[in-house]
């Protein structure tokens, strides 16, 4: 039995869950909908710079793009006017919860052209070869299987496609209190480093908040 639950511990210590801080407060529903008042705030609309982040994506009419991570919908109504009704939007999360928010946003705003997607924690359901840019927008620090994760996002872009990040540095002044050295797990340049050791060039990176958040782009390699 010591030796069973030996081997036990030898197992968790051996696969940690990579976003355990950040996740901490998604694990409930009540969590959830304290995370979404905050994602839902209407100060984003300029705070959180969205037409800088669709230059960035560098969309077009008919495009799909995909929106891995979208919690309450935020970038819903930017990234729908772009690609047009020829084009398609996926809006990926993996809470149902937060899913039926982001539903709700796309009816009340009259949003046509947007699929909605329930992934799971290392794949986020997204079609093969059929997309044409990836926005992972404040999420990419909730992965708990990244490697996984960008695997499927690289074999859901077409051959140009492109993948953009955008995430808080790991830094004292990123996040209120100071939050952003637990909450974070990697700081930019290791970001960068990992989604390159796992298919994938960066083509430019920028810093998006002063002093909070950065923007790269990648392409398959």
């Known amino acids: 039995m010591k030796r069973f639950a030996c081997f036990l511990l030898f197992c968790a210590a051996a696969f940690p869950q990579a976003a355990e801080k950040?996740?901490?407060?998604?694990?409930?529903?009540?969590?959830?909908?304290?995370?979404?008042?905050?994602?839902?705030?209407?100060?984003?609309?300029?705070?959180?710079?969205?037409?800088?982040?669709?230059?960035?994506?560098?969309?077009?009419?008919?495009?799909?793009?995909?929106?891995?991570?979208?919690?309450?919908?935020?970038?819903?109504?930017?990234?729908?006017?772009?690609?047009?009704?020829?084009?398609?939007?996926?809006?990926?999360?993996?809470?149902?919860?937060?899913?039926d928010k982001a539903k709700g946003r796309a009816q009340v705003l009259g949003l046509i052209n947007v699929k909605f997607v329930l992934g799971v924690e290392h794949d986020p359901k997204l079609p093969a070869d059929t997309v044409e840019a990836v926005l992972v927008l404040d999420t990419y620090h909730h992965f708990d299987y990244p490697e996984a994760m960008l695997g499927h996002i690289r074999d859901s872009l077409l051959s140009d496609g492109r993948l953009v990040i955008v995430d808080y540095y790991k830094r004292p002044d990123a996040m209120p209190g100071g939050r952003a050295m637990e909450h974070i797990r990697l700081d930019e340049d290791d970001v960068i480093s990992e989604v390159e050791a796992n298919g994938f060039r960066m083509t430019s990176k920028k810093e998006l908040?002063?002093?909070?958040?950065?923007?790269?782009?990648?392409?398959?390699?």
């Open 22 to 99: 950040a996740n901490e407060g998604y694990k409930t529903k009540e969590g959830r909908e304290s995370v979404a008042r905050g994602l839902a705030d209407p100060n984003r609309d300029v705070n959180q710079k969205p037409r800088d982040i669709l230059d960035a994506l560098a969309l077009k009419p008919g495009n799909v793009v995909a929106d891995v991570g979208t919690g309450v919908g935020f970038m819903l109504p930017f990234l729908s006017h772009v690609v047009g009704e020829k084009g398609q939007v996926i809006a990926e999360d993996i809470a149902n919860d937060f899913l």
């Open 209 to 221: 908040i002063p002093k909070t958040q950065y923007l790269v782009v990648f392409v398959k390699k």
